[in-house]
């Protein structure tokens, strides 16, 4: 019994390290300002895509908002995968096969997301320029986990 309950709170604590990586991921993606490149530097696009001219934002617009309108189904199936893994934790008698299916189910989910996002990715540079491309490979290339945010001042009281 005993190496079962070891085995039990192992499997827990994985679960919670994968679940806690998995929001901050969606939680990052889905803050203003610029996500993090080191999980995934096809982030960087967001940042070109601010930093661009409105004329040009305007006209690689549309491919960004069938995009988002697509993450909402992402989103929510990421969230099924969690409940999934949620139900095989807590099924008595516990199947370890149930909660590897499951967490299958999520990594799928979450390789799905980031499938879409190189879609974009080569979408959006097919239409840019030279010149745009050279800032979207920088931004995909640089390191934003040392980089100082930039401090904002206290509301006026």
Do not use: C, K, Y
């Not at 004329?55 to 999934?84: M, T």
């Amino acid at each position: 019994m005993s190496g079962n309950r070891w085995l039990l709170v192992a499997l827990i604590a994985s679960l919670a390290v994968n679940l806690g990586l998995a929001g901050f991921v969606v939680g990052r993606l889905s803050m203003p300002g610029p996500a993090p490149a080191a999980l995934d530097p096809s982030l960087g696009m967001f940042r070109v895509l601010r930093a661009l001219p409105e004329p040009r934002r305007e006209s690689l617009g549309p491919a960004f908002r069938e995009h988002f309108r697509g993450l909402r189904s992402e989103l929510r199936s990421i969230r099924a995968a969690q409940g999934r893994i949620n139900q095989a934790l807590a099924a008595e008698p516990f199947d370890p096969n149930a909660l590897s299916t499951a967490l299958a189910g999520f990594r799928d989910a979450l390789l799905a997301s980031q499938r879409a996002n190189h879609v974009l990715l080569v979408r959006t540079a097919s239409a840019m320029t030279a010149e745009e491309r050279q800032l979207l490979r920088d931004a995909m290339s640089r390191d934003h986990r040392h980089r100082p945010r930039p401090r904002e001042d206290p509301p006026p009281r």
